[in-house]
């Protein structure tokens, strides 16, 4: 019976975006559809105020969450929920013989920084010359952890949340970390970042500079916060985005590209509508508190 409702969801889910992507597809064969040059879809980059990602080609009325760039910017992944959030795909969309090509990848995954592995919770896949690897697992402890979101540094350090869905005995609102040293991966350990009881989503930047993820705020919306690393290696007071990005809807799942340029991001409207959200990444070095400052 799963097999089979997994087949009437990936059924479901072409359907809907072959309805939804007409426009795309007139556009894959136009030749002045955009080139890489221009890998947003020739969407105009935000400024400081965020704005709906690709509003007709991939953030659509359906639920899509969650947009991940390959680092040489010719893959796009992003997640789409069935309408019941009981499953989701992870879509791809690759840039191949000058036009953009979709294809369909399942479950969700996150991209290492260079590219070569997908995580998926405690398990991975890792790029081929003919596509993406069979799922492979982790290995203990990880093999035995509900993860929900897991990403490395260029290090090879995981951090990683737990998920309520899959586990209900499990430490659900913490931030774990596992270093890999001379080829010999550590132990977990739970991250000690000063803010709230629920931690999730994390975002680890390539350098281990700075830890993104998202936190419950008083009225029980999560909020995105960013943590910076200090001199002694500790981790810093958590500080909450701005208004821009978290409002009075739930703002959740960030991340960076890996040029550094644009900070990508889940807001949950309250019409239950939502959307992939982009805006400038440059107020991350405003905000880090170890920046240089000019004394001219």
């Not at 080609?57 to 899509?64: A, G, H, K, R, Y």
């Not at 019941?84 to 992870?90: F, I, R, V």
């Not at 309250?270 to 959200?277: E, I, P, R, V, W």
Request: glycine content about 8%; proline content about 6%.
């Amino acid at each position: 019976m799963k097999n089979k409702a997994d087949l009437l969801f990936l059924t479901l889910v072409f359907v809907l975006l072959l309805n939804a992507c007409n426009t795309k597809k007139q556009q894959v064969n136009d030749p002045d559809f955009p080139r890489l040059e221009n890998p947003f879809f020739a969407q105009k980059p935000p400024g400081l105020i965020p704005e709906i990602f690709s509003p007709h080609m991939i953030s659509t009325v359906q639920d899509e969450r969650v947009v991940k760039f390959s680092p040489d910017v010719k893959e796009i992944y992003f997640r789409k929920f069935d309408e019941g959030l009981k499953d989701s795909a992870l879509i791809a969309i690759q840039y191949k013989n000058n036009k953009w090509v979709e294809s369909f990848i399942v479950p969700r995954g996150e991209i290492s920084p260079d590219g070569k592995i997908m995580y998926i919770g405690n398990e991975y896949r890792e790029q081929t010359t003919s596509g993406w690897s069979e799922l492979k697992s982790l290995g203990a402890p990880f093999n035995s952890i509900p993860i929900m979101r897991l990403t490395a540094s260029s290090k090879g350090t995981y951090y990683f949340d737990t998920s309520p869905f899959y586990h209900k005995s499990a430490r659900v609102g913490t931030i774990s970390y596992s270093r890999l040293i001379d080829g010999v991966r550590e132990k977990p350990r739970t991250l000690d970042v000063d803010i709230g009881t629920e931690k999730f989503h994390p975002f680890i930047a390539p350098d281990e500079s700075y830890l993104i993820f998202d936190s419950r705020s008083e009225g029980g919306n999560l909020d995105i916060h960013i943590s910076f690393r200090q001199k002694d290696g500790s981790w810093g007071t958590a500080v909450k985005l701005g208004n821009e990005i978290n409002t009075e809807f739930a703002d959740a799942s960030g991340s960076v590209t890996s040029d550094g340029k644009y900070f990508f991001f889940t807001r949950f409207f309250g019409n239950g509508k939502k959307n992939l959200m982009w805006v400038d990444a440059g107020f991350i070095k405003t905000l880090n508190p170890n920046r240089t400052r000019r004394t001219d």
